[in-house]
T-cell receptor
């Protein structure tokens, strides 16, 4: 069974601060995706990383896939209240089945 | 393009009853997967359908079943409901079965079992 562990589980910061959340596994994934879920809604895809060592930037969000494709990180610069939500990583395993981490709940206070 | 639609949004059922949840994928998407989301367990994979065939199944009891129709719409059924089945049930569609194919989620059905 491929498991993904996310840390921290909860994070509460002030607007303007930087933060990093992590997604780790002992398994190798062919690709990894990050989703953000807001209350009352389903998760929305932020990015897919495929190549070991890959770095992708989405405005103030920077995603990195580990060299060994076992871990990933999400860094947010100058967090804003609109960044509040549940951040989920998902590893692509066998066809049609993604394994999700338990998520990091981020609260950004104005 | 309309997103993934799940109905109903909320359901309250009693232990022992059964329930059917519906999911309409994005037009052109042939893969539909279902997930159970609870505060303690995160997103747990239930099953995935592609072209009316179940391709993958998670570790859930046989009380959980599903099907997909020729128009790619999918239904999920839970029989003999238990209190622990209370959760947010999410449906996601994707264009194909490739592992990198992004999942497009609906807003879920919130099931409460009393």
């Amino acid at each position: 069974t491929q498991l993904l562990e996310q840390s921290p589980q909860f994070l509460s910061i002030q607007e303007g601060e930087n933060l990093t959340v992590y997604c780790n596994s002992s398994s190798v994934f062919s690709s990894l995706q990050w989703y953000r879920q807001e209350p009352g809604e389903g998760p929305v895809l932020l990015v897919t990383v495929v190549t070991g060592g890959e770095v992708k930037k989405l405005k103030r969000l920077t995603f990195q896939f580990g060299d060994a494709r076992k871990d990933s990180s999400l860094h947010i610069t100058a967090a804003q209240p609109g960044d509040t939500g549940l951040y989920l990583c998902a590893g692509a395993g066998r066809a049609g089945k993604s394994t999700f981490g338990d998520g990091t709940t981020l609260t950004v206070k104005p | 393009k309309a997103g993934v639609t799940q109905t109903p949004r909320y359901l309250i059922k009693t232990r022992g009853q059964q329930v059917t949840l519906s999911c309409s994928p994005i037009s052109g998407h042939r893969s539909v997967s279902w997930y159970q989301q609870t505060p303690g367990q995160g997103l747990q994979f239930l099953f995935e359908y592609f072209s009316e065939t179940q391709r993958n199944k998670g570790n859930f009891p046989g009380r959980f079943s599903g099907r997909q129709f020729s128009n790619s719409r999918s239904e999920m059924n839970v029989s003999t409901l238990e209190l622990g089945d209370s959760a947010l049930y999410l449906c996601a569609s994707s264009f194909n079965q490739q592992v990198n194919s992004p999942l497009h989620f609906g807003n879920g059905t919130r099931l409460t079992v009393t």
